[in-house]
Each structure stands twice: as structure tokens, then as C-alpha cells.
T-cell receptor, first 114, second 113 residues
């Protein structure tokens, strides 16, 4: 149980385009989901907290107009990287809060912006 | 602001050795602490979760301890195997399910056959 999926697993796009990443909790409901970013040889950094039915909370330094988060249901949160640039290339991982506040992580999405 | 530090950054040992990975955090008011494993280019695999009220957790050859007052946790790996080679991440949760985790930079572990 407690499986989280992400789609796509890998995406390559041109600079200036927008990319949507989906995060789904497959066998449990999650009112709270989190989005992290990991640059090469760096640790995971929390980008934003996504709450079902309300606006996301962004960490300091993360542009909310660039990284659009939608959490329209208890099993799905989406992250849209708008007008992507090469510096947005990174590994994006989501997590969903389950029982006893344990976070279950998705497999991640590798974004490469050309 | 919570900061998590992991030592060493990298470790290479022969197969069969017992080893200890260290994690320290600056704010002792934590909710829980988790150890994860990350293989190259992959997501995270949760290894052990320690609630703030607990002192340690064990799973197979892995044992994690938590000393909240001193801001430290250790991950003990017994009888290491080449398959244990990966990056091990320590992450601290500070606000229950409402807050994200703060991660250390990880320890890159190589077990030599």
C-alpha cells in the first residue's frame, strides 16, 4: 500500500514551453502533497506544499507564477513549469502525506530543458 | 530554519563491514526523522522512520537511532553488501503532516565486492 506515481518519468522540452507533471496517490487519499526539486549532486529541496482545494504554499525563493500547482482532488496534484528554461532542468519529486503523517514519495520526473 | 548535515559525504568500504552513517540537525523540535535510500537517477526508498518519541527503529540489517536533544541520528548497516551501494539521505520533519521534510545532502556509499 501507500504507492505514489508520477508522470511522466522523463521529459525533454524546448526552452519557453510549459511542462506538466502529475503526482498521484494510488491507494490512499492525500489532503497534502509536497513538491521537491533536486539538482545534480545536491539534496532535495522543498518547493511547495499542495493542499487539496486550496492554494499551494511556496517556499522562499520559489516563483509561484512559474511553478503552478493544482491539487484538485485527494489523489492528484499537478506541477506545471511555465516558460521553462535550461536552469529549470532538474529532478522533480512529489510526496503525499499518508497515515501517521508519513510521506510517501513518487519515483520522480527528470526534466531537461534544451 | 532547520538544517540537516550528513557525515561523511562519501564512504567506500569492503563488503562485510559494519558501518555507521551520521546525521545531525540544528533544531531539536522535530516531529520525526526518516532515512531514505536513493539509487542513481531514481526516486526515494524509505528505509526507516523514527517518531520524535522513539529512540530507535530496526529493519533487517539496518538500525537507526535518534537522540533528539543532541540533534543527532545514526544509521547502522550491518554486514554490508554490494547491493547496499547507494546514496543515503536523512530527512527531518518538523511540523507533522503539514510540513515538508528537510533533507541532508546524503552519504554516497560504495560497498566493494
Amino acid at each position: 500500500g501507500a504507492v505514489v506515481s508520477q508522470h511522466p518519468s522523463r521529459v525533454i522540452c524546448k526552452s519557453g514551453t510549459s511542462v506538466k507533471i502529475e503526482c498521484r496517490s494510488l491507494d490512499f487519499q492525500a489532503t497534502t502533497m509536497f513538491w521537491y526539486r533536486q539538482f545534480p549532486k545536491k539534496s532535495l529541496m522543498l518547493m511547495a506544499t499542495s493542499n487539496e482545494g486550496s492554494k499551494a504554499t511556496y517556499e522562499q525563493g520559489v516563483e509561484k507564477d512559474k511553478f503552478l500547482i493544482n491539487h484538485a482532488s485527494l489523489t492528484l496534484s499537478t506541477l506545471t513549469v511555465t516558460s521553462a528554461h535550461p536552469e529549470d532542468s532538474s529532478f522533480y519529486i512529489c510526496s503525499a502525506a499518508g497515515l501517521r503523517d508519513t510521506q510517501y514519495f513518487g519515483p520522480g520526473t527528470r526534466l531537461t530543458v534544451l | 530554519k532547520q538544517e540537516v548535515t550528513q557525515i561523511p559525504a562519501a564512504l567506500s568500504v569492503p563488503e562485510g563491514e559494519n558501518l555507521v552513517l551520521n546525521c545531525s540537525f540544528t533544531d531539536s523540535a522535530i516531529y520525526n526523522l526518516q532515512w531514505f535510500r536513493q539509487d542513481p537517477g531514481k526516486g526515494l526508498t524509505s528505509l526507516l522512520l523514527i517518531q520524535s518519541s522513539q529512540r530507535e527503529q530496526t529493519s533487517g540489517r539496518l538500525n537507526a537511532s535518534l537522540d533528539k536533544s543532541s540533534g543527532r541520528s545514526t544509521l547502522y548497516i550491518a554486514a554490508s553488501q554490494p547491493g547496499d551501494s547507494a546514496t543515503y539521505l536523512c530527512a527531518v520533519g518538523s511540523g507533522g503532516g503539514a510540513d515538508g521534510l528537510t533533507f541532508g545532502k546524503g552519504t554516497h556509499l560504495i560497498i566493494q565486492p
